[in-house]
């Protein structure tokens, strides 16, 4: 019974303190005796104890400020890079330098381990290669590309088996993840990495398009 009598008691306090938030204003020393239970099991005074909480929530505020300045860094890098690749594709004189170019910057500048693109029709000026196809839109062998072709809309993680078969060839097997550009009535940009993580679901695909629309712009100056 006194056990309980105690237990209802703290239970009062608790609720009266709740509703004079101030009260320890009052009686200073006392919010210095008070003991405060600690997660590693010590314990601290009240003072000390929300003095810590306020540098824990300070480091993780700091710690989410230099994310977002990473993040921010990364950012401007890539829209350089960007802008850049617009200016290197503008600067060709037909579709085959075109391609070429957009090809040479993703591997170099956007450390691509593997660049592959697959065009609906053919380019003149473009022999064999290893990193282009040219495939039929009509043609069964990109029936698993149709919905993608149909909305334009990128693909960041691990691609299916079939599809990267289609875009790596013999080299699949060093794929671990691919960022998939579809280019409506145009064709498609594949960039591979041997890294699992470099291209995720969910990831940022701003950069992708405007990489996909600066291609198609440039190209449509050689359309007859």
Known sequence: MNDLQ???????????????????????????SLVVPRDEGS?????SYQLEVLRDKNRELSRRLQD?????????????????????LMRQDNAAGTLQAMTATLAEEFNGDIVRLVMLEPVAGLDA??????????DEALA???????????????LQPEKSALLYGARVDEVQSS?????????????GSRDPNRFYPGMGTLFL??????????LQRFDR
């Open 43 to 47: 314990a601290a005074s009240l003072a």
């Open 179 to 191: 960022a998939l550009l579809p280019l409506p009535g145009v064709g498609l940009v594949a960039v």
């Open 129 to 138: 290669a290893d990193w282009l196809q040219v495939i039929a839109a009509d």
């Open 68 to 88: 977002l300045f990473a993040n921010a860094q990364e950012n401007e890098r890539l829209a350089v890079r960007t802008h850049q690749l617009a200016l290197a």
């Open 6 to 32: 105690e237990k209802l008691g703290a239970h009062e306090v608790a609720a009266w303190l709740r509703r004079h938030p101030r009260f320890l204003q009052q009686f200073p020393d006392l919010a210095l």
């Open 144 to 158: 698993p590309f149709r919905d993608c072709l149909a909305d334009g809309e990128p693909i960041c993680g691990r």
């Open 209 to 218: 398009r405007m990489m996909g629309e600066a291609l198609t712009t440039a």
